[in-house]
């Protein structure tokens, strides 16, 4: 029964630390400011500088479409280039011409 009481205690003091926790975090996410001090809305500003072709206004669920499909992109050129090199490879026996 010893180690018992030990245990709820325990536990009970690890709920009233993440309740804390989660009531801070909370708080800040009704202020709209993250830790660094840097608002969510500017942090939607400058994705939306790292997006193309971003034209005007967007919500922020669309901004996130766009992103990932921005992402993709990318990744796609970055495969595609590395099977052309992977293709063509890099001949250093050649004299170059």
């Known amino acids: 029964m010893g180690s018992r009481s030990k245990l709820s205690s325990g536990s009970l003091s690890m709920r009233r630390?993440?309740?804390s926790t989660t009531h801070k975090k909370a708080?800040?996410?009704q202020n709209l400011v993250d830790v660094d001090g840097s608002?969510?809305?500017e942090k939607l500003e400058a994705l939306?500088?790292?997006i193309p072709a971003n034209n005007g206004e967007i919500k922020a669920d669309q901004l996130?479409?766009?992103?990932?499909d921005y992402i993709v992109l990318l990744r796609t050129q970055v495969f595609v280039l590395?099977?052309?090199v992977d293709f063509y490879g890099s001949n250093t026996d050649q004299n170059p011409v």
Do not use: P
């Open 48 to 50: 939306k500088q790292l």
């Open 82 to 84: 590395q099977k052309l």
């Open 27 to 29: 708080c800040k996410s």
């Open 17 to 19: 630390i993440r309740r």
């Open 39 to 41: 608002s969510v809305s």
């Open 64 to 68: 996130f479409k766009e992103t990932a």
